[in-house]
């Protein structure tokens, strides 16, 4: 069974940084999308970034400049530097990952658990 974990995440004072990780396990496949979604209490998920197997990158223009996405094909992991996080960046930074599978002909959607990323002075 594939599973995402997050870590990194916790108190980030604003201006600091932050990196956050994201391993799968129980995986024999590499995925093709990866990314980072986020939820603020009261508010929807929302897109933070997105890889590609390719690494074309792509940013949700509150994050751009500030954050970056990478990936590690071969670990199939995904990491999200935050670099002058600010009070509004305070949620819950939550894993995601895709796979199409040509047999089936549909895409499978992972999430992780989610971890907390608090920014604050």
């Known amino acids: 069974q594939v599973q995402l974990v997050e870590s990194g995440g916790g108190l980030v004072q604003p201006g600091g940084s932050l990196r956050l990780s994201c391993a799968a396990s129980g995986s024999i496949f590499r995925f093709d999308d990866m990314g980072w979604y986020r939820q603020a209490p009261g508010k929807s998920r929302e897109l933070v970034a997105t890889?590609?197997?390719?690494?074309?990158?792509n940013y949700a223009d509150s994050v751009k400049g500030r954050f970056t996405i990478s990936r590690d094909n071969a670990k199939n992991t995904v990491y999200l530097q935050m670099n002058s996080p600010e009070p509004e960046d305070t949620a819950v930074y939550y894993c995601?990952?895709?796979?199409?599978?040509?047999?089936?002909?549909?895409?499978?959607?992972?999430w992780g658990q989610g971890t907390q990323v608090t920014v604050s002075s």
């Open positions: 995601n990952a895709d796979k199409f599978d040509s047999r089936l002909g549909a895409t499978f959607d992972y």
């Open positions: 890889i590609t197997r390719d690494i074309r990158t």
